[in-house]
């Protein structure tokens, strides 16, 4: 198809596309393992320089222990810290995840709120952690904006900045409400396994031919491998040499 001229209409046609590559509501695409909205959000908090798989491994004896804002809440900091030591920075996290608890208690009455200037009030939780949390746990509009959305993003020229704040804004302007929770974790799958950091595979990406990146990226290649195939001109031998 002839690539879209404007980011509105590229970003048509990724959502479109991205959907049919990892299909799905945005509760289907997380990767945490959670019940509701108070387990997303522990496991949210816990997810900070941390992968899914190991938050996975940790919440089902933390949410044993825990099962409510009020427990965790009343939680002893050493053996709260015990179960989520293998996340790190497991002091920083627990004092986040009790703090969060008692906000939760004392000011919305024991339920996790759904806006987003209410969530980003509680201790641990920015403006990624309260756009999971709407969007997965209230399917509430909601874009959080990671490292990978920021690469791909810019890579499909549909953002212009590496402020995340920034570049939820524009994507907002770009991607339909209903759409954003799924569009975010749609970016973030192909981020880690087409559109990756280094070496974006471009050859296998469904959105090659609506990419702006994918051509440059195809030139440099192409000029890399061309500059290893042609030896560089050796110095003739006795160059310069006088007889
Ligand atoms: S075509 Fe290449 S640069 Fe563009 S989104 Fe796909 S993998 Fe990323």
């Known amino acids: ?23 799905g509501t945005a509760d289907d695409l997380c990767a945490l393992r959670h019940r509701n909205a108070f387990e997303l959000l522990a496991a949210t908090i816990l997810s900070a320089q941390c992968t899914d798989a190991r938050v996975n491994m940790v919440t089902p004896a933390l949410f044993a222990a825990y099962p409510d804002p009020a427990a965790l809440a009343r939680a002893d900091p050493e053996a709260l810290e015990e179960i989520i030591r293998s996340t790190g920075f497991f002091r920083s996290k627990a004092k986040n995840l009790t703090g969060m608890a008692q906000g939760i208690e004392e000011r919305f009455g024991g339920e996790v709120p759904s806006a987003l200037e209410d969530l980003v009030t509680l201790p641990g939780v920015g403006r990624k952690t309260a756009n999971v949390v709407r ?21 499909l020229g549909l953002s212009s900045s590496d402020d995340a704040v ?8 770009l991607v339909p409400a209903a759409e954003r929770g799924g569009f975010s974790l749609r970016l973030i799958l192909h981020g880690r396994s087409v559109c990756v ?26 000029a890399a491998t061309s500059k290893v195939r042609t030896p560089a001109k050796q110095p003739a031998k006795h160059a310069g040499r006088r007889n």
Do not use: W
């Open 166 to 173: 920034r570049v939820e804004h524009e994507l907002n302007a």
């Open 197 to 222: 950091a280094r070496n974006p595979r471009c050859a296998v990406c469904v959105l090659a031919d609506i990419c702006p990146t994918a051509p440059l990226l195809a030139k440099q290649t192409k």
């Open 135 to 155: 969007s997965v746990a209230f399917a509430q509009p909601g874009l959080p904006v990671d490292t990978h959305v920021l690469r791909v993003s810019r890579r």
């Open 1 to 23: 198809m002839a690539a879209p001229r404007t980011a509105k209409g590229r970003a048509k046609v990724v959502v479109e596309r991205l959907a049919n590559e990892y299909p």
